[in-house]
């Protein structure tokens, strides 16, 4: 319960820690010295705030190729990323994208594909969707963009069908 006390006819209440997308329901009645009036009662969802696009210099997170180099070293080298397997990229903290960032723009490309294939771009504490955001094929460099949401940790996963190195910007 929030109580107001104001001279005036208009009084404003900020709710905070409400999740988007769920029903609040608000009360309101007016108390005075003869009082309280009739309550007022109004039920709305809240519509999510949309956090700001800030656009960065392009920075290097992952390159898998044994002679990749990325903007701070980490996440380079290591070979191509074997079939039906996972990599992990952490995206916060790195380049400039701030701790709280929730999603980012990436560039993902699949470098010398054995074979044609996919790769899936997710937060790494979800369930691997059922869908594709790059389709390769075989021994052919393809990149595409793809704006991904970050895991809680700030990290993105990049599922592949098939054994390829990986860069991601």
Same mark, same amino acid.
């Given at each position: 319960e929030v109580v107001a006390n104001t001279?005036?006819?208009a009084t404003s209440i900020v709710l905070t820690n409400v999740q988007p997308g769920v029903a609040v329901w608000v009360s309101v009645s007016a108390l005075n010295a003869a009082g309280e009036g009739q309550r007022e009662q109004a039920a709305s969802a809240v519509a999510p705030m949309v956090a700001p696009y800030v656009p960065l210099t392009p920075f290097r997170l992952a390159d898998t190729r044994t002679n990749g #180099?990325?903007? /701070?070293?980490?996440?380079? !080298?290591?070979?191509?990323?074997?079939?039906?397997?996972?990599l992990t990229v952490q995206v916060t903290g790195r380049g400039n994208v701030p701790a709280g960032a929730k999603a980012a723009a990436l560039n993902v490309t699949a470098v010398g594909p054995?074979?044609?294939?996919?790769?899936?771009?997710?937060?790494c504490d979800v369930t691997r969707p059922l869908a594709s955001n790059l389709n390769f094929a075989a021994g052919v460099t393809t990149a595409?963009? #793809?704006?991904? /949401?970050?895991?809680?940790? !700030?990290?993105?996963c990049v599922f592949v069908s098939q054994a390829t190195n990986l860069i991601v910007d």
């Open positions: 001279n005036s006819t #180099v990325t903007g /701070d070293g980490q996440g380079q !080298g290591g070979g191509p990323v074997g079939t039906a397997q996972t054995g074979a044609k294939g996919y790769a899936t771009v997710y937060p595409n963009a #793809v704006f991904a /949401d970050l895991s809680a940790t !700030g990290t993105v």
